[in-house]
């Protein structure tokens, strides 16, 4: 391993050098990588083109950031990019103009890589599939994705938030549950279920956590780490720790199920709605779940935020399946009697 790392601060030095003028396209290569992105931006874009694909994205994307974090815990050994500052390696590099580089996970593998590679490949293939003749068009999603997913990874490298095998583990593994995942889960699954599902990710979590802590295992051991060694205290966040994912993958496991169980659901997802009511449901989701994640819980302790950070991505599956459906049909009715 030591021979990875070091390397690894080799490559990484090499992509400073070349790259650092350009910074900031890749921190937004970066910020396109983000995991987070997947419940508020990518989930309500799919859910607007076809509701299958929308359900497929935030159903492969909230079990792939679960079963990362045991990955990662699994592998508790792997070191973050930051450890190089304990290591004596990191004289040519530039870790504190990067605040992403503060994660407070273990490094492997790369939640972006992995999480993110999984939750957009079934995109990939539903534009793949739109021409199931092989033409040069029909190629055209794959090289995007292939395009989008190398720039992440080089990306995670530059702001030494991961070495590079790291993120080649975390593309592996990406594609793989990607394509492994069943696409999407069925609509006839019972509340049931959605709720088993998430108390099975929350506690399983918490079980895999306690567990090992028995055997000896401190888990937290990056936590501490990261606040010693960031160079701003405010850039260790509280939604970067572990139990963080773990809220957000469970909670959209039960807001899917509370969604699709709603006596509306059906009503709502009856006919073809034209592009302009699918235009303004996509502006209402993105609106909701930007009201909802941007509410200040930093000031929280950390287990009233986990709480708040629970309900609010229960709500979020809700708002884009159920509420703004709803604001849009019921403006589209008031429109209609007004002009009767």
Same mark, same amino acid.
């Given at each position: 391993?030591?021979?990875?790392?070091?390397?690894?601060?080799?490559?990484?030095?090499?992509?400073?050098?070349?790259?650092?003028?350009?910074?900031?396209?890749?921190?937004?290569?970066?910020?396109?990588?983000?995991?987070?992105?997947?419940?508020?931006?990518?989930?309500?874009?799919?859910?607007?083109?076809?509701?299958?694909?929308?359900?497929?994205?935030?159903?492969?994307?909230?079990?792939?950031?679960?079963?990362?974090?045991?990955?990662?815990?699994?592998?508790?050994?792997?070191?973050?990019?930051?450890?190089?500052?304990?290591?004596?390696?990191?004289?040519?590099?530039?870790?504190?103009?990067?605040?992403?580089?503060? %994660?407070?996970?273990?490094?492997?593998?790369?939640?972006?890589?992995?999480?993110?590679?999984?939750?957009?490949?079934?995109?990939?293939?539903?534009? /793949?599939?739109?021409?199931?003749?092989?033409?040069? =068009?029909?190629?055209?999603?794959?090289?995007?994705?292939?395009?989008?997913?190398? *720039?992440?990874?080089?990306?995670?490298?530059?702001?030494?938030?991961?070495?590079?095998?790291?993120?080649?583990?975390? =593309?592996?593994? *990406?594609?793989?549950?990607?394509?492994?995942?069943? *696409?999407?889960?069925?609509?006839?699954? /019972?509340?049931?279920?959605? /709720?088993?599902?998430?108390?099975?990710?929350?506690?399983?979590?918490?079980?895999?956590?306690?567990?090992?802590?028995?055997?000896?295992?401190?888990?937290?051991?990056?936590?501490?780490?990261?606040?010693?060694?960031?160079?701003?205290? %405010?850039?260790?966040?509280?939604?970067?720790?572990?139990?963080?994912?773990?809220?957000?993958?469970?909670?959209?496991?039960?807001?899917?199920?509370?969604?699709?169980?709603?006596?509306?659901?059906?009503?709502?997802?009856?006919?073809?709605?034209?592009?302009?009511?699918?235009?303004?449901?996509?502006?209402?989701?993105?609106?909701?779940?930007?009201?909802?994640?941007?509410?200040?819980?930093?000031?929280?302790?950390?287990?009233?935020?986990?709480?708040?950070?629970?309900?609010?991505?229960?709500?979020?599956?809700?708002?884009?399946?159920?509420?703004?459906?709803?604001?849009?049909?019921?403006?589209?009715?008031?429109?209609?009697?007004?002009? %009767?």
């Amino acid at each position: 391993m030591d021979v990875l790392h070091s390397s690894g601060v080799v490559l990484a030095a090499y992509l400073q050098e070349k790259c650092l003028d350009f910074s900031q396209f890749w921190l937004w290569v970066n910020h396109l990588g983000d995991p987070a992105h997947i419940y508020v931006i990518y989930f309500p874009l799919a859910y607007c083109i076809c509701n299958r694909l929308g359900v497929a994205i935030l159903w492969t994307g909230l079990l792939s950031e679960w079963l990362n974090l045991i990955f990662k815990w699994f592998l508790f050994g792997e070191r973050p990019f930051w450890w190089i500052y304990e290591s004596g390696m990191h004289s040519d590099l530039h870790l504190t103009q990067f605040p992403l580089t503060c %994660e407070t996970g273990p490094g492997s593998p790369s939640g972006h890589c992995m999480i993110t590679g999984a939750a957009l490949w079934p995109v990939m293939m539903f534009f /793949t599939n739109l021409r199931p003749q092989r033409t040069l =068009l029909s190629l055209v999603p794959i090289i995007l994705y292939i395009m989008l997913m190398v *720039g992440v990874a080089i990306s995670r490298v530059l702001i030494l938030a991961h070495f590079p095998h790291q993120v080649v583990a975390g =593309l592996i593994a *990406g594609m793989y549950l990607g394509h492994s995942i069943p *696409g999407t889960v069925s609509r006839g699954c /019972t509340l049931l279920f959605f /709720t088993l599902t998430s108390v099975l990710l929350l506690f399983g979590a918490f079980l895999i956590y306690f567990g090992m802590g028995i055997f000896g295992v401190d888990l937290s051991w990056s936590i501490n780490r990261a606040t010693k060694w960031c160079a701003k205290p %405010e850039w260790v966040r509280l939604e970067t720790r572990p139990f963080s994912s773990v809220t957000r993958s469970a909670a959209s496991a039960l807001g899917l199920g509370f969604a699709f169980r709603c006596p509306l659901y059906s009503r709502l997802c009856k006919g073809n709605r034209d592009w302009r009511k699918r235009t303004i449901t996509l502006l209402l989701s993105l609106l909701l779940l930007g009201l909802l994640h941007h509410l200040p819980l930093q000031t929280a302790s950390p287990l009233l935020f986990y709480f708040l950070n629970f309900i609010r991505h229960v709500l979020g599956p809700f708002a884009v399946v159920i509420l703004a459906p709803f604001i849009t049909h019921s403006l589209s009715m008031r429109a209609t009697d007004k002009k %009767e």
